[in-house]
């Protein structure tokens, strides 16, 4: 088979945002660009020369033949073997758990997440080290450093493998094993979970929803709800999965999980709701006519998640994204376990779960996830709700108001301003920024500032500095708006604006978050400047 070097010269606009690099399709289908990054992911990460890789993606457009592709590149590097998800399909926390429990020394994971798919929507690629965690901000510096020099890549002619047959084939001197994506996650998911008593559940009349949005999830769901667990046949909505996710945003959250909304707020709504992301690792849940919040899903995870078999010894600590609403913080005080505050992303969870200082980690924008992986997962999450619904016999709104009554209720939601003029949103937040120092005693409407900063995080395992993530308000009466510029959009930029508010008082448990935020998102506004300098009226999504 010939080894061919190819020549090549740098590619503009390769540089890893908050989880891998993240472009159109037609971005990544052009010449040289997808060869050029993954010839800088092996060089940054070390060679590939005698490596175990893990290679999978979410299925969407152009996965099967960017998989081709690695794969002859990773023969030509000299790689040992590479484990392949039949179909080129692995959902995100499957293929971290693969790693872990291969041993492996990395892999490669093709996904643009929650983007639309398609040839006309956004393809992605990120790399995740031997604890199976996307690659750290030093591994991503040395990434990137090696697209601003490449000049040329390793690739061998060879015909295309069958991705579709399950065993082990040999590419010019290169293991190939193409493996059940979904027997070894399942199988972890038993051991982690009471089976039976969520089978009883089931058996006992218990009804769910869940949407895999036409993406990974639906082979995982069916095999672990349907088949395993005895639900209903249907349970499943959405769950073939489909290159261009059925031409949806596979996102999961009450604007693009909008079908299972309206299933669970209309008549004979059943008792429970869930959706998952294009690759798996995201979670919704809803109740009977009760949408929880991704930072509510947290808490109410690390106070009961002791009720599942994998976690009753308790947890060793909590961590949430800067962003997150503190609800998971006043769960982890009454405990007495340690809760961290980090950056947006799940790479700063991977020193504090490797060191075994936190067992729960979790973040605003729908992820949440255990030391179980090195990723956050959707499906683990549907789970543990399933684990604590069987357990306590309560519902998902009851357990809820005795959280609240119990640790108060963080109100909360996220604005996000996308496709925003990148000049312009850059100027904006570049002038809040230098306004921050003067802030504290400013008022704004109703609002008081009393604090104002720029977050910073030194990891404690590690002592890595990461600076620059995210522009924090605080006002008198505990309030808090955040401002975020986006590490994951593929046009223009996006500014995400964070809200939340602390309640204790039980009697405005039941107010609409609007009216409970408005102030501060009021004040956030006006603060900003954002909408004169934006030209932007209001925000696209509000989660
Ligand atoms: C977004 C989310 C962040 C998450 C990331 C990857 O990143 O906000 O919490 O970790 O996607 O799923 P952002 O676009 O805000 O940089
Ligand atoms: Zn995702």
């Known amino acids: 088979m010939s080894h061919t070097v190819v020549k090549t010269k740098p590619i503009e606009g390769q540089k890893p945002g908050t989880s891998g690099l993240r472009k159109r399709t037609a971005v990544f289908m052009g010449p040289h660009f997808l060869e050029n990054y993954v010839q800088a992911i092996f060089d940054g990460t070390g060679g590939v020369a005698g490596k175990t890789l893990v290679v999978g993606g979410d299925g969407r457009y152009f996965n099967d033949r960017a998989i081709e592709v690695i794969l002859r590149m990773a023969a030509a590097g000299g790689a040992a073997k590479c484990i392949v998800g039949q179909g080129g399909i692995l959902s995100t926390p499957a293929a971290s758990h693969l790693i872990r429990k291969r041993g492996a020394d990395g892999g490669l994971i093709l996904s643009a997440s929650h983007n639309p798919g398609g040839p ?18 030093t591994v ?32 010019a001197g290169m293991t190939v094993e193409i493996v059940d994506p979904v027997a070894d996650y399942a199988a972890l998911m038993e051991e982690l979970f009471d089976f039976d008593k969520i089978a009883a559940l089931f058996a006992g009349g218990f009804t769910m929803r869940f949407d895999a949005m036409h993406a990974v999830t639906g082979p995982y769901a069916t095999e672990i709800l349907e088949g395993r667990l005895g639900a209903a046949k249907g349970t499943v909505m959405n769950g073939v999965p489909s290159p261009d996710f059925g031409g949806g945003h596979p996102d999961p959250n009450p604007i693009w999980a909008k ?10 709504a059943p008792d429970f709701g869930a959706a998952s992301d294009g690759d798996g690792d995201r979670n919704m849940i809803v109740g009977k006519g009760a949408y929880v919040t991704p930072s509510d899903s947290l808490a ?18 909590v961590a949430r994204s800067m962003p997150t609403s503190g609800a998971v913080d006043r769960v982890a005080k009454a405990k ?15 020193t504090l779960l490797d060191a075994g200082k936190v067992t729960l980690c979790g973040e605003e924008s729908a992820g949440t996830g255990s030391d179980h992986v090195r990723e956050k997962d959707g499906l683990w999450a549907v789970l543990l709700w399933l684990n604590i619904l069987a357990e306590t016999g309560q519902s998902v709104s009851e357990l809820m108001s005795d959280l609240w009554g119990e640790y108060g209720r963080c109100f909360y939601s996220r604005h996000d301003y996308e496709d925003v003029e990148s000049e312009k949103a850059h100027g904006m937040f570049g002038d809040l920024r230098d306004s921050l120092a003067g802030l504290a005693g400013t008022k704004a409407g109703e609002m008081t500032v009393e604090w104002a ?34 590490g994951t959009g593929t046009v223009g930029a996006t500014i995400r604006m964070y809200i939340e508010q602390l309640e204790l008082d039980a009697s405005r448990f039941e107010l609409p978050a609007e009216e409970v935020l ?9 603060l900003s400047d954002l909408k004169a300098k934006t030209g932007r009226d209001a925000p696209n999504v509000i989660t």
């Not at 006309?120 to 901000?137: C, I, Q, V």
């Not at 079908?259 to 004979?268: C, I, K, R, T």
């Not at 109410?300 to 600590?317: I, M, Q, R, T």
């Open 518 to 526: 408005k102030p501060i998102i009021e004040a956030a506004l006006e």
């Open 300 to 317: 109410l995870l690390a106070s009961k998640a002791h009720l599942a078999p994998g976690y009753k010894a308790g947890l060793a600590g």
């Open 259 to 268: 079908e299972l909304m309206d299933v669970m707020y209309g008549a004979d």
């Open 453 to 486: 900063d720029e977050f910073a995080y030194d990891d404690p395992v590690d002592g890595s500095h990461a600076a620059a993530q995210g522009l924090r308000i605080g006002f008198e009466g505990g309030g808090r708006a955040v401002f975020r510029l986006s």
């Open 120 to 137: 006309d929507a956004d393809f992605g690629l990120k790399y995740n080290g031997g604890n199976g965690g996307p690659a750290s901000e």
């Open 140 to 171: 991503t510096a040395e990434i990137f450093a090696r697209t601003l020099d490449i000049e040329e890549y390793h690739i061998v002619g060879a015909q295309d493998i069958d991705l579709g047959t399950i065993g082990t084939s040999e590419l």
């Open 336 to 350: 007495g376990i340690g809760c961290y505050e980090t950056p947006t992303g799940w790479k700063f969870f991977g």
